[in-house]
């Protein structure tokens, strides 16, 4: 019967036994000692190296003697020669050890690859599969600080209208801007950490102010919708758009700027395609 898992023995080395005789015919130096390697195999490869085992033969008589077996000059003359020629176990006996810590390896690492694949899926799944609110988060990260007069006209000249017309003791310097047109529609995005400096019901005077600035900029008229959203330390607070709006100042929804971005059934693309002339469902 095969099993798929157990021991196995391999000759390593044989060597002559020198100063012994032989029990049986009594012939001096006629042994010849086979060492095996046992070792654990899972089908038939080798996993772990066991025990060694000794088996002498005499050439003479062919008479063969286990280690048990072994007279006391025979089991001398092996220990000597087991001092100046050893023998060593080929490196293939222990070979499964290494597979199975590559496999193990590659298992682990796939598997972690798997968590972490999964997790950005449910990131993606919080957003209701709805592809708007992915494109407002990543909006919203482009908020910045720093802008540039020329790159940023419009957040440049909106930073102009807030510095002159706030003058509550706002640190102006510290707000970030992100604005973005999508055909005749405009969406205006305003991180202010130190919104706690204005009282909540005066709050949406900004939205004013940016509303107002937009409508002395916007001389040609090209701005036909504008999607107001201000963030304070940890939420929006305020949100003004074409149909809806929350000036309250404490707490504002920011799924009320997705239509910025299209009808939900249809996502806009954002690289410029006429959203207006989606197909009704
Ligand atoms: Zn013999």
Redesign the pocket.
């Known amino acids: 019967m095969i099993f798929f898992f157990g021991t196995r023995a391999a000759k390593i080395k044989e060597r002559r036994l020198n100063r012994t005789t ?6 001096r130096d ?2 010849t000692v086979s060492t095996f390697g046992n070792y654990f195999h899972f089908f038939w490869i080798p996993i772990i190296p066991l025990f060694k085992k000794h088996v002498a033969e ?6 063969s003697y286990a280690y048990s077996q072994f007279t006391p000059d025979m089991r001398h003359s092996l220990e000597v020669e087991n001092r100046n020629n050893p023998a060593k176990r080929p490196i293939w006996q222990g070979c499964g050890c290494l597979v199975i810590t590559v496999l193990f390896t590659i298992v682990m690492s796939l598997s972690l690859y798997g968590v972490y694949l999964r997790s950005n899926g449910e990131e993606l799944f919080e957003a209701d599969g709805d592809s708007r609110k992915v494109l407002l988060k990543e909006d919203m990260e482009k908020r910045t600080t720093l802008l540039h007069r020329e790159r940023d006209s419009l957040s440049f000249a909106l930073k102009s209208c807030i510095e002159f017309d706030i003058v509550s003791g706002l640190d102006t310097e510290n707000i970030g801007y992100f604005t973005k047109k999508l055909d005749d529609k405009l969406l205006v995005l305003l991180k202010i950490r130190n919104i706690d400096e204005i009282k909540a019901h005066y709050r949406k005077d900004i939205v004013d102010v940016i509303e107002d600035c937009i409508d002395e900029i916007d001389l040609n008229n090209t701005i036909g919708e504008l999607y107001i959203g201000v963030e304070g330390k940890w939420n929006m607070v305020l949100i003004k758009t074409p149909t809806d709006a929350d000036l309250g100042g404490r707490f504002a929804d920011e799924n009320k700027l997705l239509p910025f971005y299209g009808p939900e059934e249809f996502p806009a693309n954002t690289e410029g395609s006429n959203t207006d002339d989606a197909p009704e469902k």
């Open positions: 032989c029990p049986h015919c009594s012939t006629s042994f005499c050439s003479h008589c062919r008479k």
